[in-house]
């Protein structure tokens, strides 16, 4: 009874380290205003209940202690994977919200963002805040479970670390959120293009007129309304491209 009682132990270990770790570092619940408490007590509960569902595909307990400890590093070093490639899919609304920033005079309007706890322009912090509240509505965090849960299949517990696979996937993703956050706020790059110039050409057509006084609250007043009718279609097009991410999990 004791020795089963280790191996149900020993397996629940397992699967809450990389469960935990990736919780840790997700969106959405690794943010400053999830209390940790609630934070350990969903990793827990979710592991406690997935072991009976992957006892399975776990190793039974090893008699070497320092094999035991390398696997327990090999499973939080997953999750902490899986975590960072999911903040690196969800970092390219960071691009866009900067790129908007930037284009209607935000840029040094900050604020706190609770999410990456940090200083963020405050049109970056209002889509963060926007595309997680999304992101739960649509229970799209279901499928970011699921693809940390299927990874015990690609990924199975006791492998060595694939270091060639990690570095080529993370760089990719990070080259896909860059290129997709550009997608995002192109808009607004757009617009940025034209305004300025258009106010160039004012500049030179009426040299007397004070083009500062001008060009600052029309541009903030073109690019809010540019926010408001842009904002639904942005959120659909980040969800889309986070979905298509994850997937990348689970095939």
Not at 90 to 103: D, E, P, T
Not at 204 to 233: A, D, W
């Amino acid at each position: 009874m004791t020795e089963l009682l280790n191996q149900e132990i020993y397996k629940f270990i397992l699967v809450f380290l990389r469960i935990g770790s990736a919780l840790m570092l997700m969106p959405g619940f690794s943010a400053s205003y999830i209390n940790v408490r609630q934070r350990l007590s969903i990793a827990l509960a979710i592991s406690l209940v997935l072991v009976p569902f992957l006892s399975d595909k776990l190793p039974p307990q090893p008699n070497d202690t320092l094999e035991c400890i390398q696997m327990y590093l090999f499973e939080i070093i997953y999750g902490i994977f899986f975590g960072v490639i999911m903040q690196i899919l969800f970092s390219s609304l960071n691009l866009c919200g900067n790129f908007i920033g930037q284009a209607i005079g935000f840029s040094n309007a900050q604020i706190f963002d609770p999410a990456f706890q940090t200083q963020s322009i405050v049109i970056e912090t209002f889509l963060t805040i926007l595309a997680l509240t999304v992101v739960f509505v649509t229970d799209l965090h279901h499928l970011m479970l699921s693809a940390v849960i299927d990874s015990y299949t690609l990924f199975p517990v006791g492998s060595p670390l694939p270091v060639a696979d990690f570095s080529n996937f993370a760089s990719q993703s990070l080259n896909e959120s860059f290129i997709m956050g550009f997608k995002i706020g192109s808009p607004f790059i757009a617009f940025s293009i034209v305004f300025y110039v258009g106010m160039g050409l004012v500049s030179r057509l009426m040299p007397q007129l004070n083009i500062f006084f001008l060009s600052l609250p029309l541009q903030i007043y073109l690019g809010v309304g540019l926010l408001l009718i842009t904002t639904p279609m942005m959120i659909l097009w980040f969800i889309r491209y986070y979905e298509e991410g994850l997937k990348r999990f689970l095939e």
